[in-house]
């Protein structure tokens, strides 16, 4: 009998583990006991859990949190009552949490939540505390039951967010409110509002107060913000265009109060992308000490001040300028300073944040640069957070994700970074995305990972930043060409690959008619569309190699031209959606299975050619143009070519172009040229650029440029084939300049 009473027991500690690890709370929570108590105070063989009760009693919402409590009633509802089961709500010092005091995390939001099976406790160690108390017994509910369980949590970073800080088209008003919603259920606490295409946070309209509608909208999102316990940070970018006068001082002052009349308690001023006299650092710290002296500081519900400078990534630094001394020894302290690594797009690590931390002499707040796509418009950042320093939590004081320009989408990898920024130590990467796509798309979550795990990496891109992409298939890939290639492939990694193709095709097909986000869907319709066809292109090409081993010529023939179809399909698309000025189109599955069905259809026309006297075209992606330039930031530079012109991919950052800086386009043969075209977003003289053609390389023929009414350098020349195309700095000074247009028309 007392064996038979020990192993009882055993199990049942088995059995009280296991479903405390099922238990699951976003963020993270830093620490969750079970307890061994069940409703009725005897121990069962399941996890104790408590029935949700009919009829709830808030305890203490005269002192708590009014958020919180509102959360709680518009949860609760009718299970709410003047009798029931008790509730207590609020913060340290509430009479209604006297009793857990001491067990209140003592640190900023940090939250106490208890279960049992005489009362529920959630106690914050200040309001927001309460809130995100609130928010995990929200999340506890499952199938009308509750667990009996203890949760002592707080978070690692201060504050955790989004900068809505993309070029391109910004957020609809609809897509702030959901994104502030989500925000509140993900224990967020900040939004940074700063899209660079509003013209009254930048240039040339900052100065001016929003119009009536605008202003409205703002109103409210700052509204939703405060009921989601989110610090609505309006941001103004003045640097393009700032003079260093009083009158523009005394108008970022008003456009502050403007923004506080509509209830805006946060606030930030952005000099990132800028160059000339608005980059000036002793200029800079001189306006942002006085807009902390004389507005912060006098408003005691005013959160610190939050600037992003001009030099603000590593890359950048330039130690001579003296930039980052003057932010670190001249900048009010209390003022926050924006940092993006040690790149403009990179991961965030501890020697990084260390570096930083002592040139400004406070802890940086991290503009993380993920998974913002406005350099990669074709593509769409769906894979996992990974790649930050979990050990960093100390030397930051913020961390904020700048999203993609499709609002929805980007909710993936803000769901991982509220996980991340919460509790860094125990973040697991996979666990956090798995957990976020259920989350976003529940009833279909199975498609949209397969979606989701071929449409994380950015391609070849000038920031040299990527990502894993089809992370199961890829070493089966591999493998399967390099065998194939070699005539013994094996027979698993064939079906496998043909599986992965139904699952693409199949995971197309369901989205494209998915109505439970249609938000999502709506945005990442053109790549699904692109995806759907992918997946009919790898299952087609894998029919084309069994039916050339086989010698089935009018089989293989039919899916040589179904793949060529369906590859002029894609192109298609291509031209038709999302055609941005910057990287047109739509692209999906590029590092693995565009490659692999490439591979696929090139391999089994070769041997199909060779067997029957044949000539088959094949598939290529060519480019009948190469870049080379010794100007550093343009190196990676990718290319976009079309049947009659070439263009280089805009960057949206400052250029330093040094003295004897060149860009060279080398064509694949002579073409004729009627001209190129430049806009350097330059109001000055450009005498210091020459533009050249030649035909070997050598012998260089100077072109005239001429200036159009746009500000646009147009260059023509004589009707000669030339081969290579460049553009020099030819004077003895650097100059800095955007490089928003570049191309090359030929014949």
Same mark, same amino acid.
């Given at each position: ?63 708590? @949190? ?8 518009? !949860? =609760? ?10 509730? !207590? ?17 003592? %640190? ?60 391109? $088209? ?47 909208? =703002?109103? +409210? ?36 109060? %403007? ?28 306006? =942002? ?36 001394? $003057? ?21 965030? $690590? ?19 640069? !993920? ?16 790649? @930050? ?31 991340? $920024? ?20 529940? +009833? ?84 699904? %569309? ?116 070439? %263009? ?100």
């Amino acid at each position: 009998m007392k064996k038979v009473l020990v192993f009882f027991v055993c199990l049942l500690l088995a059995q009280v583990r296991v479903m405390a690890q099922d238990i699951q709370v976003q963020p993270s929570p830093r620490q969750v006991n079970v307890t061994g108590k069940s409703v009725t105070g005897v121990q069962t063989c399941a996890l104790p859990i408590l029935t949700i009760p009919v009829a709830f009693r808030l305890v203490g919402e005269q002192e708590a @949190n009014p958020h919180a409590i509102a959360l709680l009633k518009q !949860f =609760l509802g009718d299970r709410l009552g003047t009798e029931g089961f008790p509730l !207590f709500v609020g913060e340290k010092g509430d009479r209604a949490v006297r009793g857990a005091k001491r067990l209140i995390p003592d %640190h900023p939001e940090g939250y106490y939540l208890s279960i049992t099976d005489k009362a529920i406790t959630l106690a914050g160690n200040d309001e927001r505390g309460t809130y995100y108390a609130a928010r995990t017994f929200m999340q506890l509910f499952h199938e009308g039951h509750l667990p009996f369980v203890r949760i002592q949590d707080y978070p690692d970073v201060r504050f955790r967010g989004v900068v809505e800080g993309f070029y391109g $088209t910004p957020w609809s008003h609809e897509a702030r409110l959901r994104q502030l919603r989500f925000y509140g259920e993900n224990k967020l606490n900040t939004y940074i509002y700063g899209p660079k295409d509003d013209p009254f946070h930048s240039s040339p309209n900052w100065r001016k107060p929003y119009p009536a509608k605008e202003a409205a909208r =703002l109103a +409210e999102l700052v509204k939703v913000a405060n009921e989601n316990e989110v610090d609505f940070v309006w941001a103004i970018h003045p640097g393009l265009d700032i003079r260093w006068e009083t009158s523009d001082r005394d108008s970022l002052m008003a456009k502050f109060e %403007h923004m506080y009349d509509l209830g805006v308690r946060s606030f930030a001023v952005f000099f990132d992308d800028i160059s000339g006299e608005g980059a000036k650092a002793d200029r800079q710290v001189e306006l =942002l000490n006085y807009v902390d002296d004389h507005f912060v500081r006098v408003k005691p519900d005013v959160t610190p001040l939050i600037v992003c400078p001009t030099e603000y990534n590593k890359d950048w630094a330039r130690p001579e300028s003296g930039y980052l001394a $003057t932010i670190g020894t001249k900048l009010n302290p209390s003022v926050e300073v924006m940092w993006t690594g040690d790149r403009v797009i990179s991961e965030i $690590t501890r020697e990084g944040v260390e570096w930083i931390r002592e040139q400004i002499k406070r802890p940086s707040y991290i503009w993380w640069n !993920f998974p913002v796509s406005d350099y990669v418009r074709d593509h769409v950042l769906l894979g996992e957070v990974y790649g @930050n320093g979990k050990d960093i939590a100390g030397s930051i004081s913020g961390f904020v994700a700048n999203p993609m320009e499709w609002a929805e989408a980007s909710k993936l990898a803000i769901y991982c970074v509220a996980d991340y $920024t919460w509790n860094m130590q125990s973040y697991d990467r996979s666990r956090s995305w798995h957990r976020a796509i259920r989350a976003i798309m529940p +009833e279909n979550a199975e498609a949209f990972t397969v979606f989701a795990r071929h449409n994380s990496d950015l391609g070849e891109n000038v920031h040299r930043f990527r990502r894993e992409e089809s992370v199961e298939i890829q070493p089966v890939a591999e493998r399967f060409m390099k065998r194939y290639r070699e005539g013994h492939y094996d027979e698993r990694d064939f079906l496998a690959l043909q599986e992965e193709f139904e699952r693409v095709a199949e995971a197309a097909d369901l989205l494209l008619v998915d109505n439970e986000n249609e938000a999502l869907i709506e945005e990442i319709t053109p790549w699904l %569309h692109q995806f759907k066809i992918l997946g009919d292109a790898g299952r087609e090409a894998l029919v084309m190699l069994k039916a050339e081993e086989r010698g089935d010529r009018e089989l293989f023939l039919r899916k040589y031209n179904h793949v060529k179809a369906l590859r002029k399909r894609s192109y298609e698309l291509e031209r038709q959606f999302n055609q941005n000025p910057y990287q047109p189109g739509v692209k999906t599955g590029t590092t693995v299975l565009q490659p692999l069905v490439l591979g696929i259809f090139t391999e089994a026309t070769e041997r199909f050619n060779r067997k029957n006297g044949m000539d088959l075209p094949l598939l290529a992606d060519y480019l009948p143009c190469k870049l080379t330039t010794n100007v550093p930031q343009l190196e990676h530079l990718p290319l976009q070519v079309y049947p009659n012109r070439v %263009h280089l991919t805009p960057l949206l950052e400052v250029v330093k172009w040094p003295a004897g800086g060149y860009l060279q386009l080398e064509l694949d043969d002579l073409y004729r040229i009627p001209g190129t075209r430049m806009n350097f977003d330059v109001k000055g003289d450009l005498s210091w650029g020459v533009m050249e053609v030649s035909v070997d390389g050598e012998n260089w023929q100077v072109v005239t440029l001429t200036r159009d009414a746009r500000g646009r350098l147009n260059g023509k020349w004589e009707d000669t084939p030339v081969k290579f195309v460049r553009f020099t700095n030819s004077g003895k000074d650097e100059q800095q300049v955007y490089l928003r247009e570049f191309y090359v028309v030929f014949s």
